[in-house]
């Protein structure tokens, strides 16, 4: 079955960088885009952008244009969330999601567990 | 930039029909999905493209779309439906993608 299994806890200082992983499995790697999603607590669900991982290339929203890299790696079928210059308000549960294309719409039909990051001094 | 508009919290007692909105402008042109998320847990996709439910996910979960608002109705309302629920759109040109703000659903 699809599995994505992302990276344990972070706790990080302000300034510092952070990396994610989304490792998958149960389907091609290849063959769908990983998107990533992050979520303070209590809060809603913020879209951070996404990566074709047959090709490498990115889209990031905007307000992380700078400060975000999203990579892969097609041997260990991984995928990677790294975030620089962390500040408080980066604290927030981060999601790896599959995105499905059907031509009519996305989708995402698979998350990773989360990761809490928290970025405190 | 598009938004998507859902209330906050929705309250409804077992074995009744709960309903969430979505409203958003024209969003009877789009694709909507919704996504389940019980507390401490990552979302799980429960309707996509309006209606149509995923694999395991119970008949009781149903999706309808038209103007400006989309509807998700849950009947036969559990206690394990307690969560919140977020829906979601795309920008197919860009592949970018939008959130509604969430709904907590509250069984009583």
């Known amino acids: 079955q699809v599995q994505l299994v992302q990276s344990g806890a972070e706790v990080k200082k302000p300034g510092a960088s952070v990396k994610v992983s989304c490792k998958a499995s149960g389907y091609t790697f290849t063959s769908y885009d990983v998107n990533w999603v992050r979520q303070a607590t209590g809060q809603g669900l913020e879209w951070m952008g996404w990566?074709?991982?047959?090709?490498?290339?990115?889209n990031y929203v905007e307000k992380f244009q700078g400060r975000v890299t999203m990579t892969r790696d097609t041997s260990m079928n991984t995928a990677y969330l790294e975030l620089t210059s962390l500040r408080s308000d980066d604290t927030a549960i981060y999601y790896c999601?599959?995105?499905?294309?059907?031509?009519?719409?996305?989708?995402?039909?698979?998350w990773g567990q989360g990761t809490q990051v928290t970025v405190s001094s | 930039s598009y938004v998507l508009t859902q209330p906050p919290s929705v309250s409804v007692a077992p074995g009744q029909t709960a309903s969430i909105s979505c409203g958003g402008n024209n969003i009877g042109g789009k694709s909507v999905h919704w996504y389940q998320q019980r507390p401490g847990q990552a979302p799980v996709l429960v309707i996509y493209d309006d209606h149509d439910r995923p694999s395991g996910i119970p008949e009781r979960f149903s999706g309808s779309n038209s103007g400006n608002t989309a509807t998700l109705t849950i009947s036969g309302v559990e206690a394990g439906d307690e969560a919140d629920y977020f829906c979601h759109v795309s920008d197919l040109s860009t592949h970018h993608q939008i959130f509604g703000g969430g709904t907590r659903l509250t069984v009583l």
């Open positions: 990566m074709n991982t047959k090709t490498g290339n990115t």
């Open positions: 999601a599959r995105r499905y294309s059907s031509g009519w719409y996305d989708v995402f039909d698979s």
